[in-house]
């Protein structure tokens, strides 16, 4: 995910505005709650977590404008992780919040093959009242080989507040990434993303996913590639590396969504030595505003591209140059 929002255990009340009037009760759910599935948000109506106007309903029932939609999500049950004294590159702390600088290959949260060294396992040491929180206090997630900028909670205020923005889409990310081919300049993607159809881990662009937009503008240009600045307003899995790969621009170094590598044009060894050799997705989170949720004053926290990126992109402007 290159910045997937996780979900918070907060209620949560909206209206229903006039472009979803008649629509199916879910599937107006999946948009107004985008931070979950439209499977959950069906099973939650059938529990009657999800109640429109104070009723429970079903999943197929119609919407009408000004309805309001009562979500009371269920808490997960929370997972005892053990806490390891490991590295953690801290940019900013308080009693609230923590903002790390998550390195390339360290996964976020414990798994199937990731029980420990993770990014979560290194929290709980540093602050062990994280403990007490929804997922160990991340409220949002980069992919294991995606580096750069995360916050993450301390405290239940900080959570709640967190969860908030990212939902409301306050929180400002911009990221670096590098990417094959040209541009004639700046843009936005706009297409849903959802499961790709026929590959279980891979995330695409299909008319039942949930909405997505990206920004970008050109930060330096190459011969046969391009350093893009991206921007999300939303969070979806892999959102940056399924929208560019949909626009035939996929991030180099891509082992999903790149495709079969392409050999530019009179391009020198180094070069395809370079590119053939960078062994993940150029995508860095460089930088994350939100606001402080005790004093709600912006906090702006910028990490400085990683070694392996800074040197594909040296290279990309000696022997790949525009």
Not at 65 to 94: A, C, G, K, M, T
Not at 188 to 198: S, Y
Request: some cysteine; aromatic content about 4%; glycine content about 8%.
């Amino acid at each position: 995910m290159d910045d997937e929002v996780l979900a918070g255990e907060e209620p949560i009340s909206v209206r229903v505005p006039a472009d979803w009037h008649g629509a199916r009760l879910d599937a107006t759910a999946a948009s107004l709650f985008p931070q979950f599935s439209r499977s959950r948000l069906a099973e939650w109506i059938k529990a009657g977590r999800l109640l429109r106007n104070q009723l429970r309903g079903k999943p197929r029932d119609k919407v009408v404008v000004d309805d309001e939609l009562y979500l009371n999500p269920e808490s997960e049950d929370r997972v005892e992780w053990s806490p390891e004294d490991l590295p953690l590159d801290v940019l900013y702390e308080d009693e609230h919040v923590v903002v790390i600088n998550k390195p390339v290959g360290l996964v976020v949260h414990p798994a199937a093959g990731h029980h420990s060294g993770t990014l979560v396992n290194r929290l709980l040491a540093h602050a062990p009242e994280m403990s007490a929180l929804p997922r160990g206090g991340i409220v949002h997630r980069l992919d294991k080989d995606t580096s750069g900028v995360m916050v993450a909670a301390r405290s239940p205020l900080a959570h709640k507040s967190l969860v908030a923005q990212l939902a409301e889409r306050s929180v400002s990310r911009i990221y670096s990434a590098v990417c094959r081919g040209t541009f004639s300049g700046g843009g936005t993607i706009e297409g849903p993303i959802g499961r790709h159809p026929t590959s279980r881990i891979k995330m695409a662009v299909v008319p039942d996913g949930k909405p997505a937009v990206t920004h970008y503008r050109i930060a330096q240009r190459f011969g046969a590639h391009t350093q893009l600045d991206v921007s999300l307003e939303s969070g979806r899995t892999h959102q940056i590396r399924v929208h560019l790969a949909w626009r035939k621009h996929p991030l180099v170094g891509d082992p999903v969504y790149g495709g079969r590598a392409t050999r530019p044009a009179g391009a020198s060894e180094r070069l395809l030595s370079t590119l053939t050799d960078f062994p993940r997705q150029a995508l860095h989170a460089r930088e994350l505003t939100f606001l402080h949720p005790e004093s709600s004053e912006p906090i702006h926290v910028s990490a400085p591209v990683p070694g392996d990126l800074a040197k594909l992109i040296q290279c990309l402007s000696e022997e790949d140059p525009a």
